[in-house]
């Protein structure tokens, strides 16, 4: 059982078109982060949020973390082929980081 | 910054053969951790330590994975014997100490490890 469900698993779009992808649990986090992994390489940190509530902004990239921060959500607009990839997101546990299993996105030209 | 470096990048090793992978944290961060990933687990953590002190390995499958870090700017995962389901992508991550969780991982490139 993960302690962070993400959904959807895969996600395949066209260009130009608009997505959301979920991240919840039952469990509170001091914080979660959002990464992205590309084949062969490991994840990158795209963004880290604290506070219940919070929402950052990462060029077409809208985090948020929910009130009671147990859940997250990512949304793209106007998603590119290069957006392609796993997004994971983590939640802080202690010192340690617990991932959800990702959501896999295709984004087709 | 060349970042976490992780050697080696592909592993292929037979069945009861040891296994050492090899990882040089970002220099001035203070946590490393040990991860491994594969399909139907996802990214799993391993061991992690502060300072060069391990502080949880509960993650570490068996008594086969052993993990040091005899320094601040090498650690290194061994799995004797190794067994087929051993194989997987193995990441070693770092970031700094801050006492918070403000700060994301630094991971490496990972060793992709095939038992065969």
């Known amino acids: 059982t993960q302690l962070l469900e993400q959904s959807p698993q895969f996600l395949s779009i066209q260009e130009g078109e608009n997505l959301t992808v979920y991240c919840n649990s039952s469990s509170v986090f001091s914080s979660l982060q959002w990464y992205r992994q590309e084949p062969g390489e490991g994840p990158v940190l795209l963004v880290t949020v604290v506070t219940g509530g919070e929402v950052k902004k990462l060029k077409r990239l809208t985090f948020q973390f929910g009130d009671a921060r147990k859940d997250s959500s990512l949304h793209i607009t106007a998603a590119q082929p290069g957006d392609t990839g796993l997004y994971l997101c983590a939640g802080a546990w202690g010192n340690k980081l617990v991932f959800g299993a990702g959501t896999i996105l295709r984004v087709k030209s | 910054d060349a970042g976490v470096i992780q050697s080696p990048r592909h592993e292929v090793t037979e069945m009861g053969q040891e296994v050492t992978l090899r990882c040089k944290p970002i220099?001035?961060?203070?946590?490393l951790f040990w991860y491994r990933q594969t399909m139907m687990r996802g990214l799993e953590l391993l061991i992690y330590?502060?300072?060069?002190?391990?502080?949880?390995d509960s993650g570490m499958p068996e008594d086969r994975f052993s993990a040091k870090m005899p320094n601040a700017s090498f650690s290194t995962l061994k799995i004797q014997p190794s067994e087929p389901r051993d194989s997987a992508v193995y990441f070693c991550?770092?970031?700094?100490?801050?006492?918070?969780?403000?700060?994301?991982?630094?991971f490496g490139s990972g060793t992709r490890l095939t038992v065969v």
């Open positions: 330590f502060n300072n060069n002190v391990p502080i949880d």
């Open positions: 991550a770092s970031r700094p100490w801050a006492g918070g969780n403000g700060y994301g991982y630094t």
């Open positions: 220099s001035g961060h203070n946590s």
